[in-house]
């Protein structure tokens, strides 16, 4: 199964820091994205995705009022395979804690967001898609938005619950939309692999880019690796250097 850490991904071009067509993706509202009244339904792969892949949307999504879901589909218990500091019993508790907190510095409203964790075991969804197709669709309805990691971003947790989440809309009928994250963190050379023509841009004001930041900050976890089993950080240096950027972006 293909796996990654975004670490691995050191060389300076990358796509999120040297594709020229970042500069002319169009801009698209919150309005456009998410009607007024209707529900925003996040599903995460691993706990952390949500604020990594649209943190700011969140916050914009939140501060008009739109009822939110999420949807926790593993709990990252298995981050650091093999390691005595951070075993998967530790992580199973401590994770969902680091979510609580990260939830909390996004200011969203703890009271009324309905967070469903699937407790699915990460690094082995790859054929689960049909088992968490029927998970995700017990949580969604009809007028929905979802939004979930987009079908080719590159690791398997991630392209398969794209894909379950894109299926189950379809069959409520929901509105579905792709967010990239692994994909930007490819390198430059792979650019024509993404599909520039359905991008858009959700621009974010300085406050909401350092509330996003800050609730990155909460998985502490996920911030330090373990050296002595050679596990690098999941939240690199250069993935926080990205999530500074003043847009996310959503593929329509």
């Known amino acids: 199964m293909k796996t990654l850490s975004l670490s691995e991904s050191t060389l ?25 009244g209707a529900r925003a339904v996040l599903i995460a792969p691993h706990p952390g995705d949500e604020v990594v892949a649209c ?5 914009l999504l ?7 879901q999420l949807l926790s589909i593993t709990d990252g218990s298995a981050s650091h395979p093999g390691s005595r500091q951070w ?23 703890m009271h009324s967001l309905k967070w469903v964790r699937g407790g699915f075991t990460d690094n082995a969804l790859y054929d689960q898609e049909n088992q968490l197709v029927e998970f995700i669709s017990r949580y969604l309805r009809p007028g929905d938005v979802v939004f979930s990691t987009w079908r080719e971003d590159g690791t398997d ?3 398969v619950v794209g894909r379950a989440s894109f299926r189950a809309a379809q069959q409520i009928g929901a509105t579905f939309y792709d967010l990239p994250v ?3 963190h490819r390198p430059e050379r792979e650019q ?40 690098a950080p999941t939240l690199s240096p250069t993935l926080l250097e990205r999530m500074r950027l003043p847009y996310e972006i959503v593929f329509v």
Request: no cysteine; proline share 8%; glycine share 6%.
């Open 192 to 231: 024509k692999q993404i599909p520039w023509e359905r991008a858009r841009k959700v621009r974010l004001d300085t406050w909401t880019v350092a509330r996003k930041s800050h609730a990155a900050h909460a998985y502490a976890s996920q911030l330090n690796g373990d050296p002595t089993m050679g596990i």
């Open 182 to 184: 692994w994909a930007w």
């Open 62 to 68: 939140s501060s008009l009022g739109h009822p939110l």
């Open 55 to 59: 943190g700011g949307l969140l916050q």
């Open 87 to 109: 075993s998967e019993k530790r992580l199973s508790v401590f994770r969902p804690q680091e979510s609580v907190e990260a939830l909390r510095r996004l200011g969203l409203p």
């Open 157 to 159: 947790d991630h392209d």
């Open 12 to 36: 300076p071009a990358q796509i999120w820091n040297n594709a020229p067509q970042l500069e002319n993706i169009p801009v698209i509202g919150t309005h456009s994205l998410v009607p007024a």
